[in-house]
């Protein structure tokens, strides 16, 4: 599991929607924005004598700075700062960038009208009140909003009372909703809510579902059955990346909102929801923001009246943002799978000496290869690893023939880690995202992740981390490729995980039940 630090301190995508000059549309200007221009004006008047706000090339270095800093506070103040801070997470229809590094998403969309609506509100009509969009792990969320790093989050948080003791809520963003379970097609048979006695769910931890299945145990215990085991997931997992792997037979089900797999439908075709396992019923969706803010309550209550789920609105963009996207394989299928066992070994092998984990390491070989040393790319990539015989043969890696398997996933793992140990292994950077990142060099170039690491680190990144971080602006520089190459391979690392553990813990079932290690 990836250790984030608590939260991101101020996104540089927070910067572009702030200083864009926008219009109505609230479409920035083309071409602004650039890290060079910010640096080029970094002395100039952070005033505009047109009443517009400056773009990003505009504003000068200390305005962007000051706007990093943590700060509490209701609309009054940030009427007079002149801009609300809208924490989200990155998630296909929900927020995005398009490989042309627009955004893109539900919650794009409703900033968007959001700020027309204050500005409406403000009277305001040149010199605009902005609100900027700045995307986080779930898990950063609420410290984020709390310690002063956001203002307002909108990410599909299920209003619950453990929740309200900490933070507030909007009136009901969406229909009441339930959380169902969702079966795959390796899910065991189920009859009722009573077999998930005993049985492992995935769920993230900051979740209502984890609350929902904290409650569902209390229920079993009052009546004797074992509880269930719940596991922690990636928090960088949204639901429908969860729903996409119980699809394709990584999990065999997952806890979630009853109306996500609807979403879906005709899309992830394996998927079972089980309407009659219902773990909460009733449930609705809020915006959330800090206690004692009155005047940011009402604003945001008005909006949602007029915009929420069942408004003309609302309802426009649930339909206008369910679309087609590349999905991740189904890496444990029963060919895969067993081409992963029988190659499981010279993973291990070589991910111990070169101290890559090897799972993480075989996840790549499947993205790249789907782990069959046939497979040959048009331009000169061979095997497993799909390396260029010409890097193999470098004297960074030094195994002039790949043509075989072993060597194959040699040279791969071996590069990845020069690629971790070069350009990748400074301080403050843990083991795993060192090898992200290397995976991500892997895909796009060591000089050009190393380049826009250090861009991220000027624009409020943290450099030293993939998610969140650093990925985003590669999403904005290369596109789309090298940060789906990354997140596919996380998504397989995962299922592996998963894979490897549930076969130990059969293994070790069977050797209690006397019956050896066999099927």
Not at 408 to 436: M, Q
Request: proline share 5%; aromatic share 10%; charged share 25%.
């Amino acid at each position: 599991m990836i250790r984030r630090t608590p939260f991101v301190l101020f996104p540089f995508l927070l910067c572009l929607s702030l200083f864009a000059a926008c219009g109505e549309s609230g479409k920035p200007a083309s071409g602004e924005g650039s890290p060079e221009a910010a640096e080029q004006s970094a002395d100039g008047d952070v005033g505009d004598p047109s009443g517009f706000a400056p773009t990003a090339g505009e504003a000068s270095i200390e305005e962007l700075r000051r706007l990093r800093k943590p700060w509490t506070g209701d609309l009054d103040g940030m009427a007079e700062r002149r801009v609300l801070r809208l924490l989200t997470v990155y998630s296909p229809g929900r927020y995005y960038l398009e490989d042309n590094g627009e955004e893109k998403g539900v919650t794009k969309e409703m900033a968007v009208r959001f700020e027309d609506f204050l500005n409406k509100r403000f009277g305001k009509k040149t010199v605009r009140m902005h609100v900027a969009i700045i995307p986080l792990a779930r898990s950063q969320l609420i410290p984020a909003l709390l310690a002063g790093y956001g203002d307002l989050v909108n990410a599909g948080l299920t209003i619950t009372s453990e929740r309200k003791q900490d933070f507030d809520f909007s009136i009901p963003a969406s229909r009441p909703l339930s959380e169902v379970l969702v079966t795959g097609p390796t899910a065991p048979p189920l009859a009722g809510i009573d077999d998930l006695s005993g049985k492992t769910v995935y769920v993230r931890q900051s979740s209502s579902y984890r609350e929902s299945l904290e409650a569902l145990n209390k229920e079993f215990a009052g009546r004797k059955l074992p509880p269930v085991d719940i596991q922690p997931v990636s928090e960088y997992l949204e639901d429908d990346d969860l729903i996409e792997m119980v699809d394709r037979g990584l999990l065999p089900w997952v806890v979630v909102d009853s109306y996500k797999p609807k979403l879906w439908k005709g899309v992830f075709e394996n998927i079972a929801v089980r309407d009659d396992i219902v773990l909460r019923e009733g449930g609705q969706l809020g915006w959330a923001f800090r206690k004692n803010s009155p005047q940011l309550a009402a604003a945001v209550n008005e909006f949602l009246k007029h915009n929420r789920e069942g408004t003309l609105f609302g309802n426009m963009m649930r339909q206008r943002y369910i679309q087609d996207f590349d999905y991740a394989a189904h890496a444990l299928g029963d060919r895969d799978y067993q081409r992963f066992l029988e190659l499981q070994h010279i993973f291990e092998k070589y991910g111990e000496q070169y101290e890559v984990d090897y799972l993480l390491a075989a996840a790549q070989g499947y993205q790249e290869s789907r782990l069959d040393q046939s497979k040959r790319s048009k331009a000169g990539a061979i095997g497993v690893m799909q390396m260029l015989p010409s890097t193999a043969r470098d004297r960074n890696v030094d195994i002039p023939d790949i043509s075989k398997t072993d060597p194959n996933i040699h040279a791969g793992i071996k590069y990845v880690a020069f690629l971790r140990g070069r350009y990748f292994s400074d301080e403050g950077i843990d083991h795993l995202n060192g090898t992200l990142l290397a995976l991500a060099a892997y895909n796009a170039g060591p000089s050009r992740i190393a380049r826009l690491r250090k861009e991220a680190a000027g624009l409020g990144y943290d450099p030293n981390q993939w998610f969140d971080n650093v990925e985003l602006v590669v999403a904005k520089d290369i596109g789309g490729e090298t940060v789906r190459y990354v997140a596919n391979i996380f998504k397989y690392y995962i299922a592996y995980r998963f894979a490897v553990a549930e076969q130990a813990n059969r293994a070790e079932a069977r050797e209690r039940a006397g019956l050896g290690s066999g099927d």
